[in-house]
């Protein structure tokens, strides 16, 4: 079987569903070649998990990339490309997002701008700077056919930004988030129809309501579960996928 992808890029791989993400990917019968795991402070408390992984395999490299920074986006790009000696990065997982549950009364207006930054603005900046080096791999692959095996970007999202379905989940009107997820779909959606022909493919996942920090414990998905359905997702993922919605099982989700 082959590797989903030679060279993969999770952000923020310190905790939760990153994590989890890393721990599988390294964990595959053939594992990726290259799993850049990013966070924002690796050589912190809370990097210690992901940096105790990367001292038992080879192919994980930790690298600290805060994607508000432009600066970090910049600089982590640089440092993947070296790593990579002259080849170009198959997958990007744009996974670093920040929560809210804020209601129209308790909502602030730094709260909103600091929703959009991290999970609309951040994912934009980090596409950006690694653009050239899913563009050099979408170019050389040996496949012309869209796939993560190819070049692609995968931007986790969440079905609370679905105005179709998103109210079956939480009643709650988590004004950040749902409006910043919401616009992190529709920027999706502009990857997806400006990169079709470099051969990038662009996908958006839901993956579930996961008990993680972010997710909290009342949440019914292990990060186990969702995971391995993510991957299992990803791996399936063609030309037919590009600018779609899906969750963690495969489903289409109304925008």
């Not at 791989?13 to 850049?36: C, K, T, W, Y």
């Not at 402070?41 to 490299?61: E, M, Q, R, V, Y």
């Not at 920040?98 to 900046?125: D, H, K, R, W």
Request: aromatic share 4%; with cysteine.
């Amino acid at each position: 079987m082959a590797p989903l992808a030679c060279s993969i890029l999770v952000t923020g791989s310190n905790r939760g569903i990153g994590l989890e993400l890393i721990q599988q990917l390294v964990e595959m019968a053939d594992p990726p070649e290259h799993i850049f795991a990013t966070c924002r402070a690796p050589a912190g408390p809370k990097g210690k998990t992901l940096n105790d992984l990367a001292s038992k395999h080879s192919n994980i490299h930790v690298i600290q990339l805060e994607v508000e920074d432009q600066s970090s986006v910049k600089a982590a790009a640089s440092m993947v490309g070296s790593l990579l000696h002259g080849k170009g990065l198959n997958l990007l997982i744009n996974n670093a997002g920040v929560n809210s549950y804020a209601t129209l009364e308790t909502v602030e207006q730094q709260e909103m701008l600091s929703a959009f930054n991290t999970n609309v603005v951040g994912p934009i900046l980090v596409v950006k700077a690694f653009l050239p080096l899913l563009k050099k791999a979408a170019q050389e692959s040996a496949t012309k056919e869209m796939s993560c095996q190819r070049a692609a970007i995968i931007n986790l999202t969440s079905k609370l930004a679905s105005i179709g379905r998103g109210f079956e989940v939480m009643k709650g009107p988590m004004y950040p988030y749902r409006a910043s997820k919401a616009a992190l779909n529709m920027v999706t959606a502009c990857f997806a129809l400006e990169l079709k022909e470099e051969g990038i493919l662009s996908t958006l996942i839901h993956p579930g309501w996961v008990k993680t920090d972010m997710g909290t414990e009342q949440a019914p998905v292990t990060v186990q579960d969702s995971v391995r359905g993510i991957l299992n997702v990803l791996a399936n993922l063609s030309a037919a996928s590009n600018g779609a919605f899906l969750d963690w099982e495969g489903n289409t989700l109304p925008w």
